[in-house]
């Protein structure tokens, strides 16, 4: 009984290892597929903090050189705005770089400013002053002046007379189209409710949608901005290999791009931030006090007594008959005959109040405009025979030590905006010889002589220290008499600069790059346009060729 007993419980034990054998095998090859799952996924996860870690260290890189970026554009900002500087045009030179410590981890981080030569197709150190090009939106778009607008838009290579009159109706404000023009009717033609933009341009993109025109006209051969990409290939092509081997590049192969603008215009303050004189303000009263409290009750006088009586021999003033279509002009002022007894009857009443401001008697709002500060400066002002003495001399002298300080200073006091009818300015120190000639009524051949003396006197880089465009007077260039024509179309330095800043790590060369259009319009210049600029990470940085 007992052995009976002791063989069930034998056979019991041999089932019970024999099950448990081969349930081990069974769960042997489960437990070795979840260590390997396990292992998959630690080294998985090792795997994804790696590239944490290296996405967290080329982001902080990218950031920093961003922010280096950033500190390019606020340096570049602050040489801008420094009173009487010369941003505008300089040529390489290292005060437009900077170089700055970081960190120990990172290394030092530098920034440069770098503007584009259309001219030799290269990049440079520097800033590209707005000014050297022709502002779109300073156009005159009057139908009086449609003539010389056209003229104006022509001087530009690859501008036709049929591509000047869409632009110009692309810009103005009616639905009328100019004699080759296109508006609203054309548009809408091509594709529902489209009609032409009708107001001042953005960017110089917006012009895609002008009839005519075309990426290629715009931008050029490479049909894209040179400021919005910069591959390798541009600054290493074959644009510059061609310059290199002795061929001239033609201004038909450059876009448009680089001699019109949308950026600056007329500022109303000065460089430190005050409001300047609006020296052909109708209130005269007012002028008189500005005035005075600037320069003293002489100059007031003086100045008031310009704009009431006009200069003592009236064949110096300056004529913009040659700006107007007269056919046009006549027109319009017959459709403004049927208001001209009101405007007599408000003249009428205007001139039957006055007062009196030192020897002056104001009782209108002025006859006369200045038209720029060679307006004024030796020019005698005859006074009516009811004053004790009928002349009052100006003054400024157009001789004297101080001359070449005086017309800088006074420019930059005064504004003289709308004294003509049109507000175009050009930079006669930068602009190629297509912009000189857009300058409202220049004469045959002039343009060419700016260059060529300006060339003469070493460019850029011999005239950067001219504050304004009395080198062209003492030069030879130009006459006083033409220079009081054309003085309201000319400058030496605009309101708005163009450039791009460029960040890069030292230790990396991981590098972020912005376009900017910095406007001085205001105090303080305001960034008006800033857009990344696709790069080549340390390509693009080493890429870059300087003159």
């Known amino acids: 009984?007992?052995?009976?007993?002791?063989?069930?419980?034998?056979?019991?034990?041999?089932?019970?290892?024999?099950?448990?054998?081969?349930?081990?095998?069974?769960?042997?090859?489960?437990?070795?597929?979840?260590?390997?799952?396990?292992?998959?996924?630690?080294?998985?996860?090792?795997?994804?903090?790696?590239?944490?870690?290296?996405?967290?260290?080329?982001?902080?890189?990218?950031?920093?050189?961003?922010?280096?970026?950033?500190?390019?554009?606020?340096?570049?900002?602050?040489?801008?705005t420094k009173p009487g500087g010369d941003a505008a045009g300089l040529t390489a030179t290292e005060e437009w770089s900077g170089r700055l410590s970081l960190s120990k981890r990172t290394g030092d981080g530098e920034f440069d400013i770098l503007s584009f030569n259309a001219v030799t197709q290269r990049w440079r150190l520097g800033v590209v002053d707005e000014t050297s090009k022709l502002n779109l939106n300073e156009l005159p778009l009057g139908s009086e002046h449609a003539l010389e607008a056209r003229r104006m838009l022509l001087c530009m290579p690859r501008v036709t007379p049929r591509l000047a009159d869409a632009i110009?109706?692309?810009?103005?404000?009616?639905?009328?189209?100019?004699?080759?023009?296109?508006?609203?009717?054309?548009?809408?033609?091509?594709?529902?409710?489209?009609?032409?933009?009708?107001?001042?341009?953005?960017?110089?993109?917006?012009?895609?949608?002008?009839?005519?025109?075309?990426?290629?006209?715009?931008?050029?051969?490479?049909?894209?901005?040179?400021?919005?990409?910069?591959?390798?290939?541009?600054?290493?092509?074959?644009?510059?290999?061609?310059?290199?081997?002795?061929?001239?590049?033609?201004?038909?192969?450059?876009?448009?791009?680089?001699?019109?603008?949308?950026?600056?215009?007329?500022?109303?303050?000065?460089?430190?931030?005050?409001?300047?004189?609006?020296?052909?303000?109708?209130?005269?009263?007012?002028?008189?006090?500005?005035?005075?409290?600037?320069?003293?009750?002489?100059?007031?006088?003086y100045v008031v007594a310009y704009r009431l009586y006009g200069p003592q021999d009236k064949s110096d003033l300056p004529a913009d008959n040659f700006l107007i279509d007269e056919v046009e002009s006549a027109r319009r002022r017959g459709e403004q005959q049927a208001g001209l007894g009101q405007n007599n009857e408000a003249i009428q009443e205007e001139t039957q109040m006055e007062t009196t401001r030192g020897i002056l008697k104001i009782k209108s709002s002025g006859n006369f405009t200045v038209r720029s500060i060679y307006d004024l400066i030796g020019v005698p002002v005859k006074l009516p025979k009811e004053y004790n003495f009928e002349e009052l001399n100006s003054p400024w002298k157009s001789s004297g030590s101080n001359y070449p300080r005086l017309v800088p200073m006074l420019q930059s006091v005064f504004s003289f905006y709308d004294a003509t009818p049109i507000n175009v300015k050009v930079n006669v120190n930068l602009s190629p010889v297509d912009v000189l000639n857009a300058i409202p009524g220049i004469e045959d051949g002039l343009a060419d002589h700016i260059v060529k003396m300006r060339s003469k006197l070493g460019g850029g880089n011999g005239l950067q220290g001219s504050s304004s465009i009395d080198w062209l007077r003492s030069q030879g260039v130009l006459t006083m008499d033409q220079l009081r024509t054309y003085a309201p179309y000319m400058t030496v330095r605009g309101n708005a600069f163009r450039f791009l800043s460029r960040g890069r790590l030292v230790s990396t060369g991981e590098s972020f790059c912005q376009e900017v259009v910095i406007d001085r319009r205001q105090f303080p210049p305001r960034v008006s346009y800033c857009m990344p600029v696709v790069t080549h990470a340390s390509g693009f940085v080493n890429g870059i060729e300087i003159d």
């Open 168 to 301: 110009l109706d692309w810009l103005d404000a009616d639905d009328e189209p100019r004699p080759l023009g296109a508006e609203a009717a054309y548009y809408s033609s091509l594709q529902r409710d489209a009609k032409a933009r009708n107001r001042p341009l953005d960017h110089l993109t917006d012009l895609l949608g002008v009839r005519g025109m075309s990426e290629e006209i715009l931008f050029g051969a490479d049909r894209e901005s040179v400021w919005g990409k910069m591959p390798p290939e541009v600054v290493g092509g074959s644009q510059i290999q061609r310059q290199r081997a002795g061929v001239n590049i033609s201004f038909d192969e450059i876009g448009l791009e680089h001699f019109l603008t949308v950026y600056g215009g007329a500022s109303f303050v000065t460089d430190q931030g005050d409001e300047r004189i609006v020296i052909n303000n109708p209130d005269l009263v007012a002028l008189f006090d500005t005035v005075d409290a600037k320069f003293g009750e002489e100059v007031a006088t």
């Open 1 to 80: 009984m007992v052995q009976s007993l002791l063989a069930r419980r034998q056979r019991l034990a041999s089932n019970v290892a024999e099950r448990s054998i081969s349930n081990w095998g069974f769960v042997l090859p489960i437990v070795c597929i979840v260590i390997l799952f396990l292992t998959f996924q630690a080294y998985t996860f090792t795997e994804l903090m790696l590239v944490e870690n290296i996405a967290s260290v080329a982001n902080e890189k990218s950031r920093l050189a961003s922010s280096l970026s950033d500190s390019g554009i606020a340096y570049a900002s602050s040489r801008i």
